[in-house]
T-cell receptor, first 112, second 116 residues
Framework: KQEVTQIPAALSVPEGENLVLNCSFT??????LQWFRQDPGKGLTSLLL?????REQTSGRLNASLDKSSGRSTLYIAASQPGDSATYLC???????????FGKGNQVVVIP | DVKVTQSSRYLVKRTGEKVFLECVQD?????MFWYRQDPGLGLRLIYF???????EKGDIPEGYSVSREKKERFSLILESASTNQTSMYLC???????????????FGDGTRLSIL
């Protein structure tokens, strides 16, 4: 069974610092990996999807990398802003599987 | 943009009632999912459907059933609501043509359900 881990569960950073969020998974036979953002009391918003053949994806201030062999993905958010405060979840889709396996998320607070 | 719409943002029901949660997506996606989210437990899959009238159990199907009569609509049913089903319920959809998809999964805004 695929296990997805995100540590730490919560972190705070001062505004302007770069955010680095880590996601690890146990089964490297992934089809893709997706990063989501969740604001309190809301649904999940897709941020980036990395296919298994890719090493990274970028969207604006966000960059996600993927290292399948080590079972890791990292989400970088450059020059963090208070509006980046949210919970960030990663999820992986395995080959031959129809369902995402989710981590429990990193709750981020950006301090003005 | 993909739109996944859940019929209610907040819902309060009584123990023993039959509860229906509705979800509609507008992008002709094959796959639809129902999750519940609880503090400390993360997202847990209840049921999913990969086609009309098709369904598969997720990790916690007990006490729930689902219905998918049309491709765009996926309903979650609490047969006899109990207080331990108080939770945030999230619906999601994803395109999956030919069993392969590198398209993102999209979520609704969630339904906060309270069972009294």
């Amino acid at each position: 069974k695929q296990e997805v881990t995100q540590i730490p569960a919560a972190l705070s950073v001062p505004e302007g610092e770069n955010l680095v969020l880590n996601c690890s998974f146990t089964d490297s036979a992934i089809y893709n990996l997706q990063w989501f953002r969740q604001d309190p009391g809301k649904g999940l918003t897709s941020l980036l999807l990395i296919q298994s053949s890719q090493r990274e994806q970028t969207s604006g201030r966000l960059n996600a990398s993927l290292d399948k062999s080590s079972g890791r993905s990292t989400l970088y958010i450059a020059a963090s802003q208070p509006g980046d405060s949210a919970t960030y979840l990663c999820a992986v889709l395995l080959y031959g599987n129809n369902r995402l396996a989710f981590g429990k998320g990193n709750q981020v607070v950006v301090i003005p | 943009d993909v739109k996944v719409t859940q019929s209610s943002r907040y819902l309060v029901k009584r123990t023993g009632e039959k509860v229906f949660l509705e979800c509609v997506q507008d992008m002709d996606h094959e796959n639809m999912f129902w999750y519940r989210q609880d503090p400390g437990l993360g997202l847990r899959l209840i049921y999913f459907s990969y086609d009309v009238k098709m369904k598969e159990k997720g990790d916690i199907p007990e006490g729930y059933s689902v219905s998918r009569e049309k491709k765009e609509r996926f309903s979650l049913i609490l047969e006899s609501a109990s207080t331990n089903q108080t939770s945030m319920y999230l619906c999601a959809s994803r395109v999956d043509k030919g069993g392969k998809s590198n398209q993102p999964q999209h979520f609704g805004d969630g339904t906060r359900l309270s069972i009294l």
